[in-house]
């Protein structure tokens, strides 16, 4: 018998963003129920706005239980609207606003976009600028830039370098380089060449060798490539050279990305400053 199911709806006037992510981290806490989860954007006429509480009340309808709904409106009457729908509905800006606008003593802008729209055109495109950074010098591409990198991750092929590298640079706007280590950086068991003027801004991720013959094996099946004995070896060796040269290291094994960026700020010390 599976899990009993639930219909989840995520409803905005803009992208859905905040609400999506606020949503998902509540329902992570009821692993026993099986989220049927639909996102709803750039809900902004009537039309819409009518249509997604027909969606909503057909649900109630199908379902054994009344949906959840998790709204992001500015619009105080499409607030007012959405409340009528035969749901559990959870507006996830009035819930803090109140609070907030009575600690601050002033009165919020209720104008859509700001959370995830471009307000500072500079910050903006120093995000962008990060990105491109990130991909310019992903796997060990352009090691000339490195001089201009905030952090340079350096790891196993599949060890989680490239996301955490794209994640650090759209969220935060840092400058990330990432270096695969191959067989050629295991002969000596040296740092290579390249990254020894850049000491204090490597980081290490390791990952547990069976979790990294899944991945790989995924990409490459029953290939050398995926050989247990070779993650294995890899890994030992990467992790020998990080406690050799002393270099900060992550272990990536059954975290998020969001998580892993978490971890490498709070080691640096890297000041964490979210960009709109």
Not at 85 to 101: E, P, Q, T, W
Not at 104 to 113: E, H, R
Not at 130 to 142: Q, Y
Not at 199 to 217: K, N
Request: proline share 4%; with cysteine; glycine share 6%.
């Amino acid at each position: 018998m599976g899990l009993p199911k639930k219909s989840v709806f995520v409803v905005s006037d803009r992208t859905g963003l905040t609400a999506e992510e606020l949503c998902r981290s509540l329902l992570t806490q009821f692993p026993g129920l099986h989220f049927m989860t639909t996102v709803l954007p750039f809900i902004d006429s009537d039309d819409k706005l009518s249509e997604v509480v027909s969606q909503i009340n057909l649900a109630s309808e199908t379902d054994e239980s009344r949906p959840i709904v998790f709204v992001t409106f500015v619009n105080a009457e499409y607030r007012k609207r959405i409340d009528q729908a035969r749901a559990l509905v959870i507006d996830v800006f009035s819930s803090f606003m109140g609070v907030l606008s009575r600690e601050l003593n002033t009165t919020p802008s209720w104008q859509a976009g700001h959370s995830h729209g471009v307000t500072d055109n500079a910050r903006y495109n120093s995000r962008i600028d990060a990105v491109h950074f990130a991909m310019d010098c992903d796997d060990g591409v352009n090691t000339d830039a490195y001089d201009q990198a905030d952090v340079i991750l350096m790891g196993v092929s599949r060890s989680g370098k490239t996301p955490t590298c794209v994640y650090l640079a759209m969220h935060f706007g840092l400058y990330c380089a990432n270096y695969p280590l191959t067989d050629d950086d295991f002969i000596d068991d040296k740092l290579p060449e390249v990254l020894r003027p850049y000491r204090g801004r490597l980081l290490g991720l390791t990952i547990d060798a069976r979790r990294l013959h899944e991945i790989r094996q995924k990409r490459r099946p029953d290939s050398p490539y995926a050989d247990l004995a070779r993650c294995q070896s890899e890994v030992r060796r990467a992790e020998g050279l990080y406690r050799h040269y002393r270099i900060p290291m992550s272990d990536t094994s059954g975290i998020s990305v969001e998580e892993i960026a978490t971890i490498l700020l709070q080691q640096t010390g890297i000041r964490r400053e979210l960009l709109g």
